[in-house]
């Protein structure tokens, strides 16, 4: 039986699918099935997936019957894991080769840690133009800041995530599902750790600007407020979750997009 069980919320990346596909079969360490789950796609996403796991047994393709949303979508995916550890993966990024290999190692090796995941190398359609960086111990500290773990290349014990939930489905939690993961994790003693390498690629083109609308920012606002109440945050933490995410929303495109390559 596999090791890892890949969970991924597929929706209209018909374009980016077989090349997110065909960078877990390009992995050191094979060891593993994904598990699929269309979101709704309003383009061929369904029938591109279909076509690929009838060239591969290893995978399990499943479909919602309409948009439903990350963290509802990941939540269907686990219902089908049956192996020791859960791997993050999108359909329009890629995992390098050696991120299994180094990530199941580093849990085998360290007991005491309940996901790993590393930085990111972010590029578009003119190729890599950041990489990013992460602390490799995050404290509470760093959840308000949002420097905790990158959702998409981590690997966690599914015993953990299982043990808080999985993901919690809310539309106040929706593009923070991963954060309030963490946070569920680390409120039941669970914790975390980043490895300094980056072992994965975000593909992160002029699409990232269309995220910052309203409901984002105040779904980030709700985020870093329970952030604070969980970790018993001093008083002056609570503006700041209400000023950062609006100062981002009102924000002109073109100042977002140049802090955002620069960070």
């Not at 950062?244 to 981002?248: E, I, S, T, W």
């Not at 009102?250 to 997009?257: A, D, F, H, Q, R």
């Given at each position: 039986m596999a090791r890892i069980s890949v969970i991924m919320g597929i929706y209209n990346c018909a374009s980016t699918l077989v090349e997110a596909l065909d960078s877990l079969y390009a992995q050191t360490y094979q060891d593993f099935k994904i598990i699929l789950c269309e979101d709704g796609s309003t383009d061929d996403t369904f029938e591109v997936a279909q076509q690929y796991a009838s060239r591969h047994d290893n995978i399990v393709l499943i479909r919602n019957?309409?948009?439903?949303?990350?963290?509802?979508?990941l939540n269907r995916c686990l219902e089908l894991v049956d192996t020791e550890y859960?791997?993050?993966m999108d359909g329009d990024d890629?995992?390098?080769?050696?991120?299994?290999?180094?990530e199941i190692t580093f849990l085998e090796n360290h007991p005491e840690y309940a996901l790993v995941s590393c930085p990111m190398i972010y590029f578009d359609e003119n190729g890599d133009f950041k990489t990013g960086r992460a602390t490799a111990e995050p404290e509470k500290e760093n959840f308000i800041k949002g420097e905790t773990f990158c959702h998409a290349p981590v690997l966690i014990r599914h015993?953990?995530?299982?043990?808080?939930?999985?993901y919690t489905v809310s539309e106040y939690l929706l593009r923070l599902e991963d954060q309030h993961l963490w946070l569920k994790l680390y409120q039941a003693g669970y914790k975390g750790y980043n490895i300094q390498e980056p072992l994965y690629k975000m593909r992160d083109g002029r699409n990232a600007t269309r995220r910052r609308d309203f409901i984002t920012r105040r779904n980030e606002a709700y985020m870093r407020l329970l952030i604070c109440r969980a970790f018993k945050l001093?008083?002056?933490h609570y503006p700041e979750s209400f000023i950062?995410?609006?100062?981002?929303w009102?924000?002109?495109?073109?100042?977002?997009?140049r802090i955002h390559r620069a960070e």
């Open positions: 019957d309409k948009n439903m949303g990350l963290n509802y979508t859960v791997a993050r890629i995992s390098l080769p050696t991120r299994f290999e180094k015993n953990a995530i299982m043990a808080v939930g999985g001093s008083w002056w950062v995410p609006f100062v981002k009102i924000m002109p495109v073109s100042i977002y997009e």
